[in-house]
């Protein structure tokens, strides 16, 4: 009656098929310890059959993107494992891309989920279906896009898919709602490699260094974040025409001009014991305010 090629799940939906059980039925069963449904098991096996012969018992297009709590739907199942061939099955059996690119709770999209794993064929699948570079970069609950999330996970290879795809370079320097772009991200790390993509990908120098909304550049977020690396701030060689900071402790790169954010010295100290303003940053006797660790990685909550 079964092949050996087909999975347990392709059997058990075969079973309760010939049952009668109904749809709704089927869909509601737990098949895993980690509480999935048939559907997003069939997502997280790579079992393109069940999803097929789930299609074929009835099951429509929008049933097949049922969410569970906590998991979204098949699609960012399918995203966080890099299973390209379940997408690509979902788009073929009517699932629309706008559909497929429904966020989770928090506001993460497929795109925001493969960019945090580096799923790079992912990006290029979706982008194939005809998404606009403005809904493959629409933002989450913070205003971060797929780009920021690449960025803190360093993983250029989203940069170099996400520009490859269409999305221009304002796109890709979007800031969130704190002012951060992705280049702050970057910077944040130490993602050199992000920082390399973002300028391949026609990113200026002017965009590359434009401040947040309290007036930090990524230049600022290297050495505050105890990351002063020459190469973060100036990743091709480009020369800024200012003192960057080196790598190496007392070091320096010459240049024209003074430094445009406070020394490693200064930055620490006002990171330290200085009382808070409210606003997520911390003000000195002398009234400046400098932002904290925590309020400048605004992408801090687990995914």
Sequence with gaps: MYSESQSALYRLIVSAMIQGWSIERLLSVIVSPQGDCVVHKAAADDDVQALTLLA????????????RPGKGHAGHVAARHGHVEVVRVLLALGVSPSELLCAQDNGDTMVH??????????????????????????????????????????????????AG?????ALLMRANRNGWTPAHFAASVGAVGVLEA?????????????PDHHGMTPAHVAVVEERGRAACIDPVGCQ??????????????????????????CARRHRLGHRSAGDGSRQSSGGRRVLTSHATTPWRRNR
């Excluded at 989450?140 to 797929?146: K, V």
């Excluded at 795809?165 to 370079?169: F, S, Y």
């Design 113 to 162: 989920i493969a960019a945090q794993w580096g799923r790079t064929a992912v990006v290029d699948v979706l982008a194939a279906a005809c998404v606009s570079p403005h809904a493959l970069m629409r933002g989450d609950e913070l205003g971060n896009t797929p780009a920021h999330v690449a960025a803190w996970r360093q993983q250029a290879c989203i940069v170099t898919a996400l």
């Design 165 to 169: 795809a269409g999305v221009g370079p």
């Design 240 to 265: 800024l025409g200012r003192t960057v900071e080196s790598s190496r402790p007392g070091a320096r790169v010459a240049g024209a001009g003074s430094p445009p954010w406070p020394s490693r010295h």
């Design 56 to 67: 074929a018992c009835g099951v429509s297009p929008q049933a097949l993107l049922c969410r």
């Design 198 to 210: 973002l300028c391949r990908s026609g990113v200026s120098l002017k965009h590359l260094m434009a």
